[in-house]
Each structure stands twice: as structure tokens, then as C-alpha cells.
């Protein structure tokens, strides 16, 4: 699944970042010096997910791209992806915007961590939250900073998700504003039984 998504983004610099799988998918593909391959010592699940991408955003803060682009490995793109979604970034005509999800457009229409609710701006939603599947630029990665989050969060429901998105969009929102998209362009091909958050994706796609 990730081969197949490599081969949907087009003219992008790709990073992945391995979470200590057991498939070592580097020593299969041809790694050009538009794709770099991370291979983290440890798998962090959903409980250390939070330390996983703390580590990421610090080493893209380091790098300097107009646009970047969260994806899971399992996913489905639209036609022509890459440029849809930065011109659909482009153009919300705001500038406090931070952020702008791929999540079911459906999933969008209701609250979601933050209890705001959400506004129709014409191409997209607002919804003050987000999912780990967006566009962003700089100003993002740069201001990205995960507080820890502690196991006490799934003592009582054990299949609460990572936390991370919520984490993301409570530090956000009071001072700029997240955005997610009208039109289904991400597509969730792979297992629904995820580990990161079952109880949604029972019910939405990504």
C-alpha cells in the first residue's frame, strides 16, 4: 500500500517514517533523492504516538517547503491529488488559517474535539480540529509541539484513539483556524480494524 501511494504523489519529496515495522520495505524500492526513508528503533502505537510525531515535526522544522502533506500509508488519492489540495489550500482567503484535513467530508459536517461547530466556507468546512491527514504549511510544523499524553486517557476505554489529532487542534484553534475539505480526496483502503482508532473506523473512512 505505501508503494502505491509513493506512486500517486507526483514531483513531491517524500519522507517515511517507519513506526519499527517488520516489513522492511527499504531494501524493496528503488529510493531516489526525492524520497528518504526514517526508521523509527521503536514501535510507538497509539499510547507514544505523541512522541512519535513530536519527533517528526522537529526534524521537518529543519527543512523548509512551501507545502506539507500528511498521509497514512493506507491511503487512496484523487486524481491529480497533490495539485487539487494545494490549490484548494490556496485558496481559503485566510490568514489565520493553520491547516486544512482530508477526513470524510461527513465526519466533518459535526463537532469534533474542540465542540466547535463547524461553518460551510463555500470549497470547505471550518471545523477548529483535525485528523493526522492534512495540508499545512511552515507556520504549522513550526508551531506543532504535542503536550504528552498520559495513559490515563485509555484506563476506562482502552479504544479511544491516539490523541494526537485532538492534541493538534486544542492547541490550535483558539488563534487560527482549521479547515477540511467539501469533497471526499482521501480514500482508507486498508484494514478498518485500526489500532489507532477502532471505534471510528467502524464508521467513517479516513
Not at 526534524?59 to 491529480?80: G, H, N, P, Q, V
Request: hydrophobic share 35%; net charge neutral.
Amino acid at each position: 500500500m505505501l508503494l502505491n501511494l509513493i506512486d500517486q504523489l507526483d514531483n513531491c519529496d517524500i519522507k517515511v517514517w517507519d513506526d519499527c515495522s517488520n516489513f522492511k520495505i527499504e531494501n524493496i524500492y528503488k529510493w531516489d533523492n526525492k524520497t528518504t526513508f526514517y526508521h523509527f528503533q521503536e514501535n510507538h502505537g497509539k499510547k507514544k504516538a505523541w512522541i512519535k510525531f513530536n519527533r517528526i515535526f522537529e526534524d521537518l522544522r529543519k527543512t523548509d517547503y512551501d507545502y506539507y502533506i500528511f498521509l497514512a500509508d493506507d491511503s487512496k488519492l484523487c486524481e491529480d491529488f497533490v495539485n487539487k489540495a494545494v490549490n484548494m489550500y490556496e485558496g481559503i482567503d485566510d490568514d489565520k488559517k493553520i491547516c486544512l484535513s482530508f477526513s470524510n467530508p461527513k465526519r466533518a459536517k459535526k463537532p469534533c474535539f474542540t465542540a466547535v461547530e463547524p461553518v460551510d466556507c463555500g470549497n470547505v468546512i471550518k471545523t477548529q480540529w483535525t485528523d493526522m491527514a492534512f495540508i499545512c504549511d511552515k507556520n504549522f510544523i513550526d508551531r506543532a509541539i504535542i503536550d504528552p499524553i498520559y495513559p490515563d486517557r485509555w484506563r476506562k476505554n482502552p479504544n479511544l484513539s491516539s490523541g494526537v489529532g485532538s492534541k493538534l487542534s486544542h492547541l490550535f484553534y483558539t488563534r487560527w483556524n482549521l479547515y477540511n475539505v467539501k469533497e471526499e480526496m482521501v480514500e482508507h483502503i486498508g484494514n478498518n480494524k485500526s489500532l489507532m482508532n477502532p471505534t471510528e473506523r467502524k464508521t467513517n473512512k479516513l
